[in-house]
């Protein structure tokens, strides 16, 4: 592995490639993008590619990747700007993605705005609020969570995020009002940190859940896109946006195994299923629905 830094006049993009450039197979470079998530979240799930030369990054902002810019809000539309000039600096033509949640939202905006950039998209669980009947309700429980955070800290806040993103079905405003959760509910200390800037609890990514896919640029594109799903994820927050996201697009999600963040292995507590996750991606990149 490798670390590069393409140097933008807003933002130092930090990236890696595992492998070789041109590619030893003849396949594009598979692009792994996540959002939140960063390069080092993807590390299990690569590990099973190794015939594949295998792109991650950090998002700007968050990690490595340090912004210029003065700012600290995360925009799909502006971080899919950031994938076409990284996609440009690897100069191995058009790339394969395999996107998770907030990174599966910029790579849509990314298809949306350079088609050519992408052979396959498989954007699993994007958290596309807007798609939902009940995105008013979302929107405020979303509200819930950061003013938890802001009030309580962190672990307030992810109290409230794991009540309101595990709920079944369709919400309502009553979600939240028997008041935050407690963090020991959910294993996590409660006392306050002092952090406001996590791009999951705070307003800080909103416009990512805000983004409403053009469904006509995204038909019309060469790109061949797949909306994963988890299998667990049935029913709860971004299992229904997966539904609705193919939906939009006239097609049905692909299953995974395990749960939005099943590709991630090890002795992390939100563990899922990465061998059996590698061996479902590698069959959708090859063309199996």
């Known amino acids: 592995m490798t670390a590069h830094t393409l ?3 807003e933002v130092d993009l930090v990236y890696d490639v595992l492998g070789p450039l041109p ?4 396949r594009p470079p598979l692009l792994m993008v996540g959002q939140p998530m960063c390069a080092d979240g993807f590390g299990d799930l690569a590990s099973h590619f190794p ?3 295998v792109v991650t990054y950090d998002p700007r902002g968050l990690g490595r ?9 995360n925009n799909p539309e502006v971080q899919a700007g950031d994938l076409h000039d990284l996609i440009a600096e690897l100069g191995a033509g058009p790339v394969e993605i395999f996107a998770s949640s907030g990174g599966a939202v910029t790579s849509l905006a990314l298809v949306t705005a350079h088609p050519e950039d992408v052979t396959t998209l498989v954007a699993h669980e994007p958290p596309l609020f807007e798609l939902l009947p009940d995105a008013a309700a979302h929107e405020h429980a979303r ?5 938890a955070y802001q009030a309580k800290g962190s672990g307030a806040g992810m109290a409230a995020f794991i009540a309101w993103s595990s709920a079944q ?7 939240f009002a028997q008041g935050t959760p407690d963090p020991a509910m959910f294993g ?6 002092g952090t406001r800037d996590d791009p999951l609890l705070s307003d800080l990514s909103w416009a990512v859940t805000d983004y409403r896919p053009d469904a006509a640029a995204l038909t019309a594109a060469p790109t061949r896109i797949v909306i994963g799903v ?6 709860v927050l971004t299992g229904r946006t997966s539904v609705a996201a193919a939906a939009l697009l006239g097609a049905e999600p692909v299953v995974f195994p395990s749960h939005h963040g099943g590709f991630v292995g090890g002795d992390n507590p939100y563990a899922g299923k990465p061998e059996e996750f590698a061996q479902r991606l590698r069959a959708v990149l090859d063309g199996e629905k």
């Open 51 to 53: 015939d594949r030369t």
């Open 65 to 73: 990747s340090v912004r210029k810019d003065g700012r600290s809000d």
């Open 143 to 147: 509200a819930a969570v950061r003013d």
């Open 188 to 193: 996590m200390p409660g006392e306050d940190d």
């Open 23 to 26: 590619t030893a197979d003849g």
């Open 169 to 175: 079905g369709e919400i309502t405003d009553e979600l």
């Open 230 to 235: 988890g299998e667990e994820s049935t029913g």
């Open 7 to 9: 140097r933008k006049p």
